[in-house]
């Protein structure tokens, strides 16, 4: 797990800490002129403050690792959205793609969803299957379901936009969490990996 966590957490941070230069992200805001800000506390009266000042009409989290209560979600006029790398209500959690390579015939996809104070449980605004090639790291998988997921995502946000979108209620299945050392055991016997060698020039890459 530490690989994978380095990865996909603490590299792309303490690279986006330690350069002089702005990542991809805030270059794109800048090129824009988009404002910017690191948020330590979604939930916290600064982001709260935030977005009121912005006249933040839609919430968009993406690779994000924090639950907004609905107190946060109250504020913007459209709520808010979430990209999931999984075919909800499957595969909740933060390793979606180490579950889904798990099963007896992987099925991975992706999920746009709305956000509600609850892990991975809002209703479906859109989703789409994705065939990965046999052998895709977890690491890799999240990355390019990611990436799969923004032509869907930019579907879902002109909806709402417009007012067009249509939501489907799932009853969400159960959470799936971090491995333990039985489910890694597992996978290395079926040939799933958390991390390959090409995700660490990738979590290079990352850094916001």
Excluded: K
């Amino acid at each position: 797990m530490l690989g994978y966590l380095a990865v996909n957490m603490a590299l792309p941070q303490l690279l986006s800490r330690l350069s002089p230069r702005p990542g991809p992200l805030l270059r794109l805001c800048r090129d824009h002129q988009i404002p910017a800000m690191v948020v330590e506390d979604v939930n916290g009266p600064a982001f709260h403050r935030s977005l009121r000042e912005a006249g933040a009409e839609l919430v968009v989290t993406f690779h994000f690792d924090q639950i907004l209560t609905a107190a946060t979600l109250a504020i913007p006029a459209r709520g808010g959205i979430n990209i999931h790398p999984s075919m909800l209500p499957r595969h909740r959690g933060p390793i979606p793609g180490f579950w889904a390579a798990m099963e007896a015939e992987p099925a991975h996809g992706v999920t746009i969803h709305r956000l509600v104070p609850r892990i991975d449980a809002g209703a479906i605004l859109a989703q789409q299957a994705v065939d990965l090639p046999p052998g895709t790291s977890a690491s890799t998988a999240a990355r390019l379901l990611h990436q799969a997921a923004l032509p869907l995502a930019a579907r879902v946000i002109e909806g709402l936009s417009q007012g067009e979108a249509e939501e489907r209620q799932v009853e969400p299945l159960p959470y799936c969490p971090f491995p333990d050392r039985a489910a890694l055991r597992e996978g290395r016997r079926r040939g799933v990996r958390l991390v390959a060698a090409g995700d660490i020039p990738a979590a290079l890459r990352a850094r916001p």
